[in-house]
Each structure stands twice: as structure tokens, then as C-alpha cells.
């Protein structure tokens, strides 16, 4: 019957890209390298992530009509992700974010502009056969920014400060760009692993959603703890080292 799915739930969007020599001064006309559109949002990053490491998936989540969204739809099948439990929303408006991203440094800029699509909901995620998933995706890992609203300054720290509000058996992940990653299962081990930077740094943007996908994949394939998040911080550096995602395999 083959591997079961991954389920990832949670946002899509369109992404516009403008990659610059270096991020503009305020009030200025600035040329840009290259400008791109990109399927974006953090679940259907990680679809793209895992469709490309080879594992079957699928993304769940609202999507609005028009030219924008048929791109963003055109995209997934491109990468055979299956939309089997996407919600449509005739009368919404599809998310959409403009990025900088940085030559010079591999920093992304995201200026993001919510809309009136909503997310999914209790009763959408009732008519899932949860038969069909090995692994069924929203937030587990906790990201840099979110740690440090928790006043942490390492992934160290926000895992071993935050571990305790998880429930008793649960696994917590914590990536911190260049220091790499930690995460802490039900045994209380703290584990880590190094970052894998590239010899250039042209695009971060999506390195998180990679990191997680890689991840994801290697716990569900029943990987140990330090080798899943040493395989995200692995394929997270490849994907800083390229532009979008088709270069990390």
C-alpha cells in the first residue's frame, strides 16, 4: 500500500519576492535582481519540503478563488501534494506577503498582509479519516521568535523552560538559525546539533518550514531524537544556500 501521508495544516499564501544587492534605505528607488511569486505559508512550505525529501503528503487549510490562489494551486500539484482537505472560500480574499530578500546577507523581510479567509475549523477537520496519516502536523516546534517573547536566549533554555508546559511524554524542538537546534523528549535528555551553514548564504526565507519538514520526516520514519534534528539542521543549510527550496536534494 505504500507509505502513509503527512498531513500539514495551517496557511497558505502568496509570497512576492524581490531579491535586492541590499536591503533599501527608507524613501528610496531601489532596482531589484530578480522578482519571483511563491507559494508560501508555513504548512505549505513544509509540503514542499517533504514532497521533495520523497515523502508523501498532503495540506490542509482555506483557500480563496482567483488568479493568485490558482497559482498557489497549480504550485502544490506541482509538487503532487495532495488538496484532498483544503476549504474553499468563494467570497475571501487568498493572504499574501512581500519579501526582501538580501543578497548581501540571506535575510528575508516579510511585510505580511492578513485577509477575510478564515482558518479551518473543528468541523472541516471532522470529515478527515485520520486512518489515512502517520503524522497529522500544526505547531509543536517552538520557533526563535517565540522563545524569545518567552524571555529565552537559546534554544537550551527555551526548550528546558518550556518543557514543562508540554504534556507529560511529549517531545519539544527548538532551532536557533546559525547555533543550530535543541529538543528535549519524554526520556528528559537535552540533545543538540550544530548548524550547517552553507559557503553562501542567499536565501533564508523558508529555512524554519525546512528544518521542521526534515525533521518531521525522520521522527516518522522512527529516527532517534539527536539524528532528526541533526537532519534538519542539515537540510535547513542546504535550503539557506539556494533560492526557494528545488536545490536541497
Known sequence: M????????????????SVVDRYPEEDTDTRCQSQRWQRGGNA???????????????FMGSLAPGHAANFVRDDFKCYKVDLAHVAEHPACALPISVVISNMTSGTRTILHATSNLPDVTDADFEQVNLSQYKWIHWEVFVSKDVAKDFGFYS????????????????TL?????????????????????DAFPPDNVVDTLGAGDTFNASVILALSRGRPLQEAITYGCQVA???????????IV
Open 2 to 17: 505504500g507509505e502513509k501521508r503527512i498531513l500539514c495544516v495551517g496557511l497558505v499564501c502568496l509570497d512576492i519576492i
Open 44 to 58: 505549505s512550505n513544509t509540503c514542499t519540503v517533504l514532497s521533495l525529501l520523497g515523502a508523501p503528503c498532503a
Open 155 to 170: 534554544a537550551s533554555e527555551a526548550v528546558k523552560g518550556l518543557y514543562r508546559r508540554v504534556k507529560p511524554g511529549a
Open 173 to 193: 524542538i527548538c532551532a536557533w538559525a546559525e547555533n543550530g537546534a535543541d529538543a528535549m523528549g519524554p526520556d528528559g535528555q537535552l540533545v543538540h546539533s
Open 237 to 247: 543549510g542546504r535550503k539557506c544556500g539556494v533560492h526557494g527550496y528545488d536545490g
